[in-house]
């Protein structure tokens, strides 16, 4: 057993309980550990004559928390030695080596060059999908635009090439976009597309099914998504134009066409969480790199956490583990 510090051990006595450490119980008990370790483990470095790498679980917990709370290489590094819980959580020890901002910087880009975002997805989902959490009858699709650094005062004094802009009613934004479809029923992420911010949604609507769907619901900004898609069998559920609707006379068949948008839209707001949890609960307001294929898989893994993040209430409920306030 490691030797913990002083300051671990007067940590271990406290009694009150922050939200962070509660977080991190949670996340504890619903990440799917041993999947994703298998997945990354024929890919990290072993041990040799040289530097000793540290232990894998260590160096992806470090990885999950350095998403989870939307810090950057020095500030993970940081936070190891000033913050206990999250030094708990990576199971290191004050009284010995925590990892440095370039050994964090590494082991992001070796999961970066090895594309194994997608995969981390498709683990997670597999994991939910296994406790019946997706079932995988419909989809909503949707994007959102994530802002990038227009300010040309940098190193190279240009903006990022492969960044983009594009208008949002008035205004205008510099960026990408991330696409999603969703599953209808849980409103969990199961395909990520990203693109600079000027390509438009309805081009990326085939990309975004997984094949099994029987019904797509979309926003007026899908209008038409039916001829991009091969498959004839699909039942579109795509909002009207709100002009149309403002267009027509007052009266029963308006008021009808009303309720039915309304019905429609109230199924699509599932979409809107993913998005909220991977700008608010992990404070992605703007990209963290340069150029699509770092964000994108940053994009990736974040939309694979907010899955285990909104599920966790379900999932800490089959373990029998739910906080008191929560098993209602």
């Known amino acids: 057993m490691d030797q913990i510090s002083f300051g671990d051990a007067e940590y271990a006595s406290k009694r009150k309980k ?4 509660l977080f991190l119980e949670e996340m504890e ?8 370790l298998n997945l990354i483990e024929p890919l990290y470095p072993i041990a040799g004559n040289g530097r000793h790498p540290y232990p894998l679980e260590k160096m992806l917990r470090v990885h999950l928390m350095q998403n989870w709370f939307g810090l950057s290489d020095p500030a993970m590094e940081e936070a190891l030695y000033e913050i206990t819980p999250m030094r708990t959580f990576a199971r290191l020890s004050a009284t010995k080596p925590i990892p440095d901002e370039t050994t964090i910087l590494n082991f992001r880009h070796m999961l970066e060059e090895n594309d194994l975002a997608p995969e981390i997805l498709r683990r997670v989902n597999a994991h ?6 997706m079932l995988k009858r419909g989809s909503i699709v949707d994007a959102t635009i994530i802002a990038a650094p227009s300010s040309t005062k940098n190193e190279t004094g240009t903006r990022d090439p492969e960044m983009h802009q594009t208008k949002k009613g008035n205004q205008w934004h510099f960026g990408m976009k991330a696409h999603i479809g969703v599953d209808v029923d849980s409103g969990l992420v199961h395909t990520v597309v990203t693109t600079p911010a000027n390509e438009p949604d309805v081009e990326q609507v085939e990309d975004l099914l997984h094949g099994k769907e029987e019904v797509i619901h979309a926003d007026a900004g899908y209008t038409g998504a039916q001829n991009h898609v091969g498959r004839k069998s699909l039942r579109w559920e795509i909002a009207a134009k709100r002009s149309r609707i403002k267009a027509m006379v007052d009266g029963p068949e308006k008021r009808a066409i009303e309720k039915r948008e309304t019905n429609k839209a109230s199924i699509r707001a599932k979409v809107e969480h993913p998005f909220r949890v991977i700008k608010r609960q992990f404070g992605l307001m703007k990209v963290r790199f340069r150029g699509l294929a770092k964000n994108t898989a940053h994009v990736i893994t974040l939309f694979a956490l907010s899955n285990l993040w909104m599920a966790r209430k379900r999932l800490l409920a089959m373990r029998g583990s739910l906080r008191p306030q929560f098993a209602k």
């Open 128 to 133: 939910l999908t296994r406790k019946g959490l």
């Open 18 to 21: 922050t939200r962070r450490e």
């Open 29 to 36: 008990q619903v990440v799917p550990w041993k999947s994703l």
